[in-house]
């Protein structure tokens, strides 16, 4: 029980590293953009890639639920 626990908790953090605008990983992309380019990227510009990285994990979401429930009827 312990293992798949902490197993899944890892998974949790991994995906969460992920150069999304959405999740951690983005917030870190744009800070070390930041850092290479000396400016801070413009607030359309984060407004934006945050809406698509929402929108990639909603799909990202729907296709897996989706795989899960086309499994369950073949």
């Known amino acids: 029980m312990w ?3 902490a197993m ?3 998974m949790l953090g991994v995906l969460n590293l992920l150069p999304i605008p959405a999740l951690d990983g983005g917030h870190i992309l744009f800070l ?3 850092i ?3 400016r801070k990227p413009s607030d359309k510009v984060l407004e934006v890639a945050q809406t698509i ?4 994990l909603i799909a990202l ?3 897996a639920f989706g795989n899960d429930i086309r499994g369950l009827f073949t």
């Open 3 to 5: 293992n798949l626990t």
């Open 61 to 63: 979401m729907i296709l």
């Open 53 to 56: 990285g929402m929108i990639l």
């Open 8 to 10: 899944l908790s890892i």
């Open 32 to 34: 070390l953009i930041e």
């Open 36 to 38: 290479i380019t000396r």
